[in-house]
Nanobody, 124 residues
Framework: VQLQASGGGLVQAGGSLRLSCAISGGTFSRYTVGWFRQAPGEEREHVATICRSGNTDYADSVKGRFTGSRDNAKKTVYLQMNSLKPEDTALYYC???????????????????WGQGTQVTVSS
């Protein structure tokens, strides 16, 4: 299973970016997918989870600003990030794991597949 994250970049505060995570291998519809981020000198933190059902869960710090979605036909998960703040600057990762339909937990400590990061930099 391979995860390819893309869409990062440099944006001014208040701007928007859309991250993509393309997943190849396995059965995409069976994956719960999470977005995580890690800033220099900080621990990795959970940002958003996109459930198999399409339901979503977000960290408090991004609620109302970030929106996760998935396109099963394209085998891709998205993270739309609006109203970006300098504190959103980090390396963003996507992770996936096979789950039953009712299981939408994603803490980053599971036995996940991980993609490489995509850098998001928000200037003030």
């Amino acid at each position: 299973v391979q995860l390819q994250a893309s869409g990062g970049g440099l944006v001014q505060a208040g701007g928007s970016l859309r991250l993509s995570c393309a997943i190849s291998g396995g059965t995409f519809s069976r994956y719960t997918v999470g977005w995580f981020r890690q800033a220099p000198g900080e621990e990795r933190e959970h940002v958003a989870t996109i459930c198999r059902s399409g339901n979503t869960d977000y960290a408090d710090s991004v609620k109302g600003r970030f929106t996760g979605s998935r396109d099963n036909a394209k085998k891709t998960v998205y993270l739309q990030m609006n109203s970006l703040k300098p504190e959103d600057t980090a390396l963003y990762y996507c992770a996936a794991r096979n789950t039953i339909l009712s299981d939408c937990s994603m803490t980053g400590k599971e036995n996940n597949y991980w993609g490489q990061g995509t850098q998001v930099t928000v200037s003030s």
